[in-house]
């Protein structure tokens, strides 16, 4: 009776998510319906491919465990370059450790893992590998969807590296595209995470715990790659192509892009973009976690103290929150959404909150904010956010694309500006997507 529930529930989830990109589109009549059918029975099929059949399952988990291997790889260089820090702060204040435990992670074992992977990415561009899987999956996406050559190269890369990257991919064909091939192109990196943060994730939730850490890798992948079709579903129904093309001579060919003159160049070159990518990361978190806090001591010392809200919220959610606060509020309005998508009853305001943050400031936050609550959410409510959050789909994100896609492509950029809001929704619309069918194959 429960997995008739999480069925039913899910399926209303993603009639809902899709109802809204009817309601939010440019054109409804011109909505390819084939499209959008194909791309939603592909997802549910990657989904269950991967979450339900065991030698497929067998296969993700060892692809899984390779990146626990990376972090292996990645703490033997933060302990060596920073492995002193823990030890010597235990020293001199003569604590536990624990009250440390937080900023290590995060200093010394996330920030570090962007960096590694960044350079492993770079490595395995100039030595041809990724191209090659990126074109199976476009391949795959283009026989399957009719999708543009551009289209299903730009929606394959944004799986594997970010929403800056993967427009590199498809260069040659930025400044002929449509608005319907940009809105997808966008879309598709809102919807996904890099390869850069996807280890770190990896690290910060499964913690120290190896075992944890491949579950929470096989989850990541899962949800990156089977968030692209749901980005391009999203991107079409919102902004329906409007010209013919002639879907025969669209070829997937991927530019060779100059990523160093030989491996260690490569190597240097992803390390640079490495550091400068968990720069911008800490220095983001550091930002808008003091916003936060400067917004929730308004919130609590003023309204909340002078109306009396405080003691109320305290009380009907049985002190899950300290008060009248931006995560209750966030909880307020995502709640309908995380019910909808498979969250437990009793965690809906709490996944609510997290949806809140990961829309309105980034996924990096939302993730810290559910390690630190995974001990007051079921497993599946855990599982769902996990799959939720996972994409770059946050307001500053639109800001990196113009900026991004718009070095490389000048003559997009009015379109890239009218269309930032539309892929925001798309890439969120693809992520909830992404958690309704989780949470209905893991209920």
Request: a negative charge; aromatic letters at 10%; charged letters at 15%.
């Amino acid at each position: 009776m429960e997995w008739l529930t999480s069925i039913a529930r899910g399926s209303l989830g993603i009639v809902v998510l899709l109802g809204i990109c009817y309601l939010l589109s440019s054109d409804r009549k011109a909505i390819n319906w084939r499209l959008v059918i194909i791309g939603t029975i592909l997802q549910l099929v990657l989904a269950i491919l991967i979450l339900r059949v065991p030698f497929i399952r067998t296969v993700f988990d060892f692809i899984a465990s390779f990146f626990v291997v990376v972090l292996d790889f990645t703490e033997a260089g933060a302990d060596f370059v920073l492995g002193a820090w823990p030890e010597v702060a235990q020293i001199n204040d003569g604590m536990t450790g624990d009250v440390f435990t937080v900023g290590y992670v995060f200093a010394f074992k996330v920030l570090p893992t962007i960096i590694f992977f960044s350079a492993l990415s770079s490595l395995l561009y100039y030595l041809g590998i990724l191209q090659f899987i990126i074109k199976g999956f476009a391949w795959v996406m283009s026989k399957t969807m009719q999708l543009t050559g551009a289209e299903s190269l730009a929606a394959a890369a944004n799986v594997f590296i970010g929403q800056t990257e993967a427009p590199l991919v498809v260069k040659p064909y930025l400044e002929g595209m449509s608005k319907s091939e940009m809105l997808c192109l966008m879309t598709g990196g809102m919807a996904t995470i890099a390869g850069g943060v996807f280890a770190a994730y990896v690290g910060f939730l499964g913690g120290n715990d190896p075992e944890m850490q491949r579950v929470f890798a096989t989850h990541l992948l899962t949800a990156s790659i089977i968030s692209a079709p749901a980005a391009i579903v999203a991107a079409k129904m919102l902004f329906p192509e409007n010209r013919e093309i002639d879907l025969e001579k669209q070829k997937l060919d991927i530019p060779r892009q100059e990523v160093g003159n030989n491996v260690l160049d490569a190597i240097s070159r992803g390390t640079t973009d490495g550091i400068k990518l968990a720069i911008n990361v800490g220095a983001m978190l550091l930002v808008f976690t003091a916003f936060v806090a400067m917004f929730n001591y308004i919130l609590l010392n003023g309204v909340g103290s002078w109306t009396g809200l405080n003691d109320y919220v305290v009380e009907n959610t049985d002190g899950r929150f300290t008060g009248f606060n931006l995560e209750y509020l966030l909880g307020l309005i995502f709640a309908p959404i995380a019910w909808l998508l498979g969250s437990s009853s009793a965690d809906i305001m709490i996944v609510g909150q997290l949806l809140g943050l990961k829309t309105t400031l980034n996924e990096f936050f939302a993730y810290a904010a559910l390690e630190g609550v995974q001990d007051q959410i079921s497993e599946k409510s855990m599982l769902i956010a996990t799959y939720a959050l996972c994409g770059f789909a946050n307001f500053a994100s639109i800001g990196i694309q113009i900026g991004g896609i718009g070095a490389i492509a000048p003559g997009q950029r009015k379109n890239l500006t009218e269309l930032g809001i539309k892929a925001l929704i798309g890439g969120t619309v693809a992520c909830f997507l992404t958690a309704a069918i989780a949470g209905m194959l893991v209920g």
